[in-house]
């Protein structure tokens, strides 16, 4: 080799002096892709790239969230120092004086106000550890009822429907190797080609096999054109097609009767019910002709097996749970659940968005979803706690109710972990309003979102590339997020942020914890014997076998694949089929001569929620910069709404200015906005604050609307 080649290869050879590689989970969706950083350092720069690894649920696939999540990550505007706002500008301090500030505000505010004047906001995107560590925080270091969570906009209508009917509630109620052999597949309100990717190839497989595929939304998407039938339904009316396809199902004698027999209680109501129902009339009011009404709930009724999927579409309505339960109607009356291939699955959505509505961040709930008002889970868990059961305190409301509470002066401080209310509430300004009035508000975030802008106090916290803990994921399989990227600045975990609060508000003999393995180590303890028992995971297993389906209740115990075999989780083993009437108990919007559109909302691929993340992903932000609305071209003409021109939206609440998108797949009465951006783009702006009477969810998924072109 000669001189110069030699020089060649060794100047090359420096270029890249190590490689590190980082294991995580994806910090986005709840398929929890399991990916590697690989940090590749030089001389003159760090260069990173992440990669998909092996694991049952997403198989080493990775979408272009996951690809391009350490962008965030790594983004210079992450907060290093805590920080305090002083005349308007935030300012670092050191965390001493943060924790000082904390008690002394709290405590202040607890002597003038009582105990419950302090609340405590959650979120499913912090790991298992971390939700049940603020679960406990809420109940034993502050004592106040007051505590929800994110998840309350998320799954909380799919969580009631599943409770009340089968007794428990997972997500899936299979795991998700069983779709491919599923023979008829139901998508209600989903799309998860854009917010779950990289679970496409089991319903792609399950095509090949033959299965067929019922999609129902009002928009063409990616995931309707997989389908063999899409049902373009008119948004909020998917309970009363429910009703009609069980009409048919019933009167065509497609009816699993052994099963109803055998496992099932108040059929005969529901028959009576439907059977008095016209097609024609449902046909009418959803917007879906009759012969498709006919061919999907045939299809469904006459197959060997099936699934219902169901998602925000059909959930985040102001009768989100009886509509859930509607399709859960569907399963029990033709058997098609506690069986090979068949069963239901509520497509969670953010992270860990399973695990944290299990572990006592719900107002309701203590860990392994017991309740908070059963004297003898109250008496267990103080006793795993330490503390005496009257101290519990009882249940308290929804999220968006605490924002009632701020704003109407009953609430007086905010503990904000993970999330931008601001932004994700429905009628977005009076949610900043409200919280503008608060007397002491910290956010823990990673960011200075929209929502911490507007906090006394924020403490910058740590990744998914630094934070391990276990996240449960869309199959209710329990994984271990195995993070060890070093932390920025003095960014803390969540759950030593929740720990030193504590310690600083005198209760930190109860929260001593040196590792998020040791406090699953409580959690397990905490959910021995509860619904979703965790206790025979440990984090030894996790490593061992991949991951594990609860309920797990002892450490012989290979985890729970498919629920309900025998017997549902009802005190008398039955399921409970419900009467969901046409007719909602909170009547919707609906498009009248002043607002004479409907406006739905949801997702696009490169975005995640409300967009704090994403929009600081270069990579990500550049696929959409702005937010937009998708509008049929015989609608814009009508409105003199050109393609790709700015539209005013308004509702009765307030209006928006978003980009034009002509598309003629979408149904001709509807408009539908993505949530992803913020201020003048927010379109939750729009949205009322009407919620579901039984689990107080938000109809994110359906406003009535007026639009008019801008003038330029
Ligand atoms: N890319 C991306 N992926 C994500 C997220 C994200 O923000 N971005 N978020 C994650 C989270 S937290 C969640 S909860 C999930 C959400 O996942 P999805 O629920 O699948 O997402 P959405 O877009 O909110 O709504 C799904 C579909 O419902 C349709 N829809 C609207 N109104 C109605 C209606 O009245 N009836 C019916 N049948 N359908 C209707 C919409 O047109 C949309 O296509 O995604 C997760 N994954
Ligand atoms: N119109 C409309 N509104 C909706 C929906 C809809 O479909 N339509 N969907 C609803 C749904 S399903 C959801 S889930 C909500 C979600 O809405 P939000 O709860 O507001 O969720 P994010 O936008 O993810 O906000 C998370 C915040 O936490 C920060 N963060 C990220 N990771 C961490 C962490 O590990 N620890 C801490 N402490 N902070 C972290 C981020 O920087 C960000 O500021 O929005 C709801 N709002
Ligand atoms: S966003 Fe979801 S599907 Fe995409 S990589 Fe992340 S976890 Fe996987
Ligand atoms: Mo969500």
Redesign the pocket.
Known sequence: MTEMLLRYFRTKQQEVQTEKVHDTQCP???MQCKMELIEQSSVTRKKYLTVGKDNPTSEGRL?I?GLNAHQHALHKERIKHPLLKVDGEFKQISWKEALELIKEKFTEIQANYGKDALSIYGS?TITNEEAYLLGKFARVALQTKYIDYNGRL??SSAASAAAQTFGMDRGFTNSIKEIPHSRCLVL?????A????TIMPYFENAKENGSFIIA????E?A??QMADLH?K??????AA?ANGLLKVIIEEGLIDETFIEKRVNGFDEVKDYVTSLDLNEIADITGVPVDHIIKAATVFGKEESGMIFT???????TDGSTTVRNFLNILLATGKIGKKYSGFGA????GN?QGAREHGQKADQLPGYRSIENEEHRKYIASIWGIDEKELPRKGVSAFEMIQKMDEGEIKGLFLMCSNPVVSNPSAEFVKQAIEKLDFFVAVDMFVSETARLADLILPTTSYLETPGTMTNVEGRVTLREASFPVRGEAKHDWEIICEVAEALGKGKYFSFASPEEIFNELREATRGGIADYSGITYERLRKEKGILWPCPDEDHPGTERLFLQEFAHADGKALMAVVSNTPEVPKETPNDEFPLYL??????????TGVQ?RKSSTLAARDFESYMEIHPSTAEKYQIMDNVLVKIESKRGSIVVRSKWSPTIRKDTV?V???WAESQNVNRLVSKKLDPTCRMPG???SAVKISPIES
């Open positions: 986005f969706c709840s979408c969230k499913a998320c799954m209600a309100g989903t799309n998860i854009e917010c779950q990717p129902i939304d009002p928009r998407t995931t309707t049902l339904v008119k948004p909020g009316m998917d097609l998602a925000r579409g059909i959930e985040q309505q497509v969670t959505g953010q968005g739905t909302t949801g997702r696009v691929m490169s975005h995640y929620l994403t539908f993505p949530f992803h994110f998924k359906v």
